[in-house]
């Protein structure tokens, strides 16, 4: 469904994604998982065409990002960490909006709303203004508004921010049957690794712009030698960094020169 291929992305002397190369496949829930500024969202962001790679390309079914951006973002949904959304409309308009960017025909986009208002228990707010909404609501209206079209990849970045227990569980159950029964391939950043643990059928693991390991649960266990351990203890296995290795790839990072000094600190 996704390929990535030497994907890279700089700030000017800052390589925040380097030169990854990635495929995910139809019909699964796939984690990309990674510590804060491990170049998670920018990869996501690329995916999604918000934003252009230095370099590498990327093929969404099939469409070079590069080459045809249309055809590759018809197919896809984004979700956010934040909800984007326009407070003075009503969740009928957004939604109506976001049909019409999708060039979906006017009954199906009717269809589709109720559909989604319905499954989002929004459907008593329909006439109502986002601004009026709780954080959460915003969340769950983003959602509908992704699924609208019935992409063939939803993307989505901190999905269960602001949500409540019942809106998590929700969420979750949806990732497994949009994956699982409909086909859909769902992209999933998160930090919340209970949740990632719980849904993910294969998972991908960002630290400082290079992918440091792949595969299912049980393959990334007994990469790491935690054979028995939670995602969380995987995690932290194969993300762990010494004092000198986090100042050396901080030094790398930033173009400065890295002095190991005796307690381990570095001086750049």
Same mark, same amino acid.
Request: glycine share 10%.
């Given at each position: 469904m996704v390929q990535l291929r030497k994907l890279h992305?700089?700030? *000017?002397?800052? @390589?925040?994604?380097?030169?990854?190369?990635?495929?995910?496949?139809?019909?699964?829930?796939f984690g990309v998982l990674g510590p804060n500024g491990a170049g998670k969202t920018t990869t996501l962001r690329m995916i999604t065409g918000l934003l252009k790679p230095?370099? *590498?390309?990327? @093929?969404?079914d099939g469409h070079d990002m590069g080459e045809d951006s249309v055809a590759a973002k018809s197919v896809t949904g984004f979700i956010p960490d934040r909800p984007y959304v326009y407070d003075k409309l009503t969740a009928f308009e957004y939604l109506k909006f976001i049909g019409g960017l999708y060039n979906m025909p006017s009954k199906r986009i009717a269809e589709r709303m109720r559909e989604m208002l319905e499954l989002f228990e929004l459907r008593e707010w329909g006439d109502s203004l986002i601004e009026s909404?709780?954080?959460?609501?915003?969340q769950r209206l983003v959602f509908a508004g992704a699924l609208l079209p019935k992409p063939r990849l939803l993307v989505v970045d901190e999905p269960m921010v602001g949500l409540d227990p019942k809106g998590h569980r929700l969420i979750k159950n949806l990732f497994k049957e949009l994956a699982h029964e409909i086909g859909m391939t769902v992209l999933l950043s998160t930090h919340t690794l209970e949740v990632a643990e719980e849904v993910c059928d294969n998972i991908v693991i960002i630290n400082h712009g290079n992918i440091i390991a792949r595969g299912t649960l049980n393959e990334l266990r007994t990469?790491?030698?935690?054979?028995?351990g939670s995602l969380e203890q995987v995690f932290l296995r194969l993300t762990e960094e010494s004092k000198e290795e986090r100042a050396q790839a901080v030094a790398e990072r930033f173009g400065h020169e890295y002095d190991a000094s005796e307690d381990g600190r570095g001086t750049p």
């Amino acid at each position: 469904m996704v390929q990535l291929r030497k994907l890279h992305k700089k700030y *000017g002397e800052f @390589t925040a994604v380097d030169h990854i190369d990635l495929d995910v496949p139809y019909g699964q829930v796939f984690g990309v998982l990674g510590p804060n500024g491990a170049g998670k969202t920018t990869t996501l962001r690329m995916i999604t065409g918000l934003l252009k790679p230095t370099s *590498g390309s990327i @093929t969404i079914d099939g469409h070079d990002m590069g080459e045809d951006s249309v055809a590759a973002k018809s197919v896809t949904g984004f979700i956010p960490d934040r909800p984007y959304v326009y407070d003075k409309l009503t969740a009928f308009e957004y939604l109506k909006f976001i049909g019409g960017l999708y060039n979906m025909p006017s009954k199906r986009i009717a269809e589709r709303m109720r559909e989604m208002l319905e499954l989002f228990e929004l459907r008593e707010w329909g006439d109502s203004l986002i601004e009026s909404f709780s954080h959460g609501m915003k969340q769950r209206l983003v959602f509908a508004g992704a699924l609208l079209p019935k992409p063939r990849l939803l993307v989505v970045d901190e999905p269960m921010v602001g949500l409540d227990p019942k809106g998590h569980r929700l969420i979750k159950n949806l990732f497994k049957e949009l994956a699982h029964e409909i086909g859909m391939t769902v992209l999933l950043s998160t930090h919340t690794l209970e949740v990632a643990e719980e849904v993910c059928d294969n998972i991908v693991i960002i630290n400082h712009g290079n992918i440091i390991a792949r595969g299912t649960l049980n393959e990334l266990r007994t990469e790491s030698g935690e054979d028995d351990g939670s995602l969380e203890q995987v995690f932290l296995r194969l993300t762990e960094e010494s004092k000198e290795e986090r100042a050396q790839a901080v030094a790398e990072r930033f173009g400065h020169e890295y002095d190991a000094s005796e307690d381990g600190r570095g001086t750049p």
